[in-house]
């Protein structure tokens, strides 16, 4: 069955450390990769989406994730947190020909000053 | 560029009553979506229009909820009759026609039933 993972419910991390929110997924075939924001009582914003090309793709507000295909993964990265980053994040896997989307639980980012 | 509009924002019914939602995607996105959103949890997407044809509903409890898509613009989310489990925020979402593009947000519907 096709399944996208995220296996931290909760990432905390201090102000001006980097970060990490990690994701897997299990999609067949070349699947499009994307993660998304959701600060509270809002709906999901696009952060940044791997398509082709170079592994590391940079997103909004100094956001970047990087593919790696062997391990299935698009881990989200940040090199230098912000209290304001602090909201639940989303990884989106979709597959190619079938044009289906498949969510991650969902990570909840807490940065502490 | 205006956004994805939902309305209303929230919603409290009790169980077996019906309610609708409403979307108003952005303009030209060929693609809109409706996702469940239960408190805790990823979004799990209830249907998908292409234009104002259905390309995927297949996790849509199609014995109580029900969407349509007039004319490729607008649509709405209906649930007749609600059960408690059905308590969540409802998301409408579009994009632009294919697979490489990014779904845009609404705000959602939280739902109620009680």
């Known amino acids: 069955a096709q399944s996208v993972a995220q296996p931290e419910d909760q990432v905390n991390v201090a102000e001006g450390n980097p970060l990490t929110v990690k994701c897997t997924y299990s999609?067949?075939?070349?699947?499009?990769l994307f993660w998304y924001v959701q600060y509270p009582n809002r709906g999901l914003q696009f952060l940044l989406k791997?398509?082709?090309?170079?592994?590391l793709v940079k997103g909004s507000y100094g956001f970047e994730a990087e593919f790696n295909k062997s391990q299935t993964s698009f881990h989200l990265k940040k090199p230098s947190a912000l209290v304001s980053d602090s909201a639940l994040y989303f990884c989106a896997v979709r597959e190619r020909n079938f044009n289906k989307f498949y969510f991650g639980s969902g990570t909840k980012l807490n940065v502490k000053p | 560029e205006a956004g994805v509009a939902q309305s209303p924002r929230y919603k409290i019914i009790e169980k077996r009553q019906s309610v609708a939602f409403w979307c108003n995607p952005i303009s030209g996105h060929a693609t809109l979506y409706w996702y469940q959103q239960i408190l805790g949890q990823g979004p799990k997407l209830l249907i998908q229009?292409?234009?104002?044809?259905?390309?995927?509903d297949s996790q849509l409890p199609k014995d109580r909820f029900s969407a349509e898509r007039l004319k490729g613009v607008d649509s709405t989310l209906k649930i007749q009759p609600a059960k408690l489990e059905d308590s969540a925020v409802y998301l409408c979402?579009?994009?632009?026609?294919?697979?490489?593009?990014?779904?845009?947000f609404g705000p959602g519907t939280r739902l109620t039933v009680t």
């Open positions: 999609v067949s075939g070349n699947p499009y």
């Open positions: 791997y398509i082709t090309g170079d592994n």
């Open positions: 229009f292409q234009n104002n044809g259905v390309v995927d």
């Open positions: 979402a579009s994009s632009s026609e294919g697979a490489i593009y990014e779904q845009y």
